[in-house]
C-alpha cells in the first residue's frame, strides 16, 4: 500500500512556478483560453491565405511548408511599408513604462501580457533575422530563432491583446503597441492563423452588409419591429429612411445596435432624436455596418470595408455621415481613413442642419460622432428633455477606448449624459478618460469561447464599477460602443451584478419629450419608470 | 471556532507574519515576474488582484484570530477566488492556498508548537482550515457555473432578434416581455 503522506510533507509541496525567462516559459494554450480559428470556407470566399480546418489543441497546426519564408517576407514587406513598424521595433528601451498598464496583464499576472513583452515576441525575431547585432548577440541581446513554436506563442497573445492602446498612453516613446498586434496578426493571416468571431464577421460584412450577415429584407423587419416598440411605449409612430438618394446625412451604426440586446435600446434612442428634430437622413442596407473588424486581421481588409462606407455615401449623394456610438469604428475613421480612401472631397463638411454648427474637427473625414451631433443640440436648447424619469438611475460613464484614445472625445458624452440623467458620478481618475480601462472584449474577442479569458481582462475596469457602486451606489454604466454595451453586461453580471449596462442614447431617449407623445410610464426597455407608473402596475 | 483562547493570543501576536507569509503564498502561485507587481503595488485600481490578496487575507487572519463564524469568511474568500477561477489555474492550484495556510501558521509559531494546549487548539484550527476549502470549492465551482451560464446569456442576447423575426417566441401576456427580460 502506498504510503499516505504526513501533513509535514503535503505542506511542503511546491506549488510556486519555475522561474524561467519569458522565452523558456511554457505556452498553455486550452479550453477557455483561446478563441475559435476561421472556418474555411469563409477564409476561401475573403481570398485569404491557407484555409484548412485546424485547432490550436492540435500538434500539427497545418502551416504552409514554407511557413518561415512567408513569415520572414511578411516582416520585410511591412518593414518597408510602415515606418511605424520599423521604429517600434528599434527604439523600445524596455523602460517598463508599459508593463503594468495592460488590463489583461493586471488581470492575469502573466508577464507576456505585459505590453513589453508582448511586442518581445516579435521584436525578439526581428532583432534575430533582421539585425546584425541581433544576428551576433542572440539570446543575449534579446533575439531567437523562428520557430513553429514562436509561432503558436503569437497567435495565442496578438489574440490576447485587446488593441485598446492604453499602454501607448504611458509610453515615453510613443510605441503603439497595438499596431505591433495588428502587425502580428496581419503575418499570421499570411500562414491562415486567424479567429472565426473576426473572419466571419468581415466575410459577412464584405458580401452582405453588416456583421451578422443580416440581409435586406431581415433588417427591414427588425427595424419595423423597433418602429412597433418605440410606438408602444411614446404613442408615436416614426418612419426609418432606408436608400433615399438625396438624404442630407447617411447614418451609419454597428450592427450589434439592432440585433443583440441592450444595443437595440439604444438604436430605438437615435431613430426617436431623428424622428424628433426632423433630420433629413437614411439608412443603408449596403452600409449596414459601422463596425470594422477588417481592423482585426489586416490593412487589406480594413480598407475594403470602410470603403463601402464612402462609396455608398458617394451613391446616395448624401452631404455628410453620422455615427452611432461605435468603438472601433472611430479609429478606422480617425487614423486610418484619409490615407486608406480618402479624401472624402465629394461630401461636404458636415453642418448641423438643426443649429447651424459646422463640425470643423471632421473637416477631413466628413463623419460626425453622434455624441458630437447630440450635445450641440442640447447645447442650443434643441432638446426638451426630462432627465427626472431618468433619476432611478445612479450613472457612471465607461469611456471606451477607441473613441477616447483615438479620437479624443471626452467630453460630449459626459455632456449628453449629464443632462439626460440627475446622478452622475465618475469613476477614479486613472480609470477614466484617455487612461480608462478596456472592456476586455475589444479586437474581436467578445466571443463566448474566450469567456474566461474576457472577465480576466475586465477585472480592473469592473473594479473601478465596484468601487462607485459601493460607494455612490451607482447601478448604471453607460457607454458608447457596442461591444462594450454586450461585454459590459456580461462583466458586470460576473463582477458587479447590481450595475446595468446602458447605450447614451437609449438614456438620451428615456429623458426626449416628444411632441404628441403619451405620458410615459415605461422606459424603452418597456420596465416601468418609478414613480411614473400606471396605476395598474404600482 | 472554539480553538483555545491560548493560542488566539498566540496568533494575534504573530498577525502580521501570518498575513505577510499566506498572502506571499498567493503572490507566489503567479508566475514570477508578476511577483514584484503583485506584492508591491497598493493602488487598488492599478492593480485590484495585489489589492484584494493584501485586504482579504489580513480579514480571514482577523477573522481566524477573533474566532468568527466560519460563514463570515464567505465575502473573502469569493473575492479571491472568483479572481483565480478565471485565472490560468488547475482547480486544485487555485485552493491550494487555503490548505497552505496550516504550514503557515507552523511556521509562525515554531517555538510554541511543543505546547499541549497550542497543540490542541491547531487541531481543531486544522479542521476549520479543511471547512474552509470546502467552502473555497463551492466558492469556486459556483463561478466556474456562471461563466457557463454567462456564455448561454450572451448567445441568446445575441440571436433575440433573429429568434423573435422567425416568430419562435411565444410572447407572455400584454406587457409580459416573456422570455427577453430573462436573457
Known sequence: MAKTPSPQELWNIDHKPPKKWWMDLPLNIRPGNFSYPAKPQILKELDMPNPRPWSPLDEDWKLPPNWKEIVLEGIRERLDKFRTFKVFMDICVRCGACADKCHFFIGSGDP???????????RSIYRGEFTK????????????????????????????CTECRRCSVFCPYGIDTAEITMLGREILNLLGL???WIMEPVRNCFKIGNHLGIQPHSLKDMVDFFIDDIEEVTGVRIEVPFMKKGAEVLFVTPSGDYFADPGTYTFM?????????????????Y????????????NENMKRLNAKIYAEAKRLGVKWILGGECGHMWRVINQFMDTMNGPADFLEVPKSPITGTVFENARSTKMVHITEFTSDLIKHGKLNLDPSRNDHLKVTFHDSCNPVRAMG?????????????????????DTIREKTFCCGSGSGLNNDEFMEMRMRGGLPRANAVQYVHDKHDVNTLACICAIDRAALTTLMNYWVPDVTVYGVHELVANALVMKGEKKRTTDLRQMPIPGMEDAEDV | MGESQGLSALLQKKRADIITRWAGILVDSYPSGAHEFLSNKKNRFANPVGYTIAKEIAAMVDGLINRQDIDSFSSSLDKIMRIRTVQDFKPSEALAFVYQLKGVIRECLDESLSDAEVRAGLEELDAFTDALGLLAFDIYVGCKEQLYQLRVDEVKRNTYMLVKRAKMLVEGPEGDQGSRNLV
Not at chain 1, 507576456?112 to 516579435?122: D, F, Q, S, T, Y
Not at chain 1, 452600409?287 to 489586416?298: Q, R, T, Y
Open chain 1, 287 to 298: 452600409a449596414a455596418e459601422g463596425g470594422n473588424f477588417g481592423l482585426f486581421s489586416s
Open chain 1, 133 to 160: 547585432a541581433g544576428k551576433l548577440l542572440g539570446r543575449f541581446g534579446g533575439a531567437r530563432e523562428l520557430t513553429v513554436d514562436v509561432i503558436k506563442e503569437w497567435f495565442h497573445y496578438f489574440y490576447q
Open chain 1, 409 to 429: 472625445l471626452l467630453e460630449e458624452p459626459r455632456y449628453v449624459i449629464k443632462n439626460v440623467c440627475n446622478n452622475f458620478y465618475e469613476m477614479p481618475e
Open chain 1, 194 to 196: 486567424n479567429i472565426n
Open chain 1, 269 to 285: 434612442g437615435y431613430l426617436m432624436l431623428f424622428h424628433e428634430i426632423g433630420l433629413d437622413y437614411t439608412m443603408s442596407y
Open chain 1, 112 to 122: 507576456r501580457n505585459m505590453p513589453v513583452l508582448r511586442a518581445e515576441l516579435l
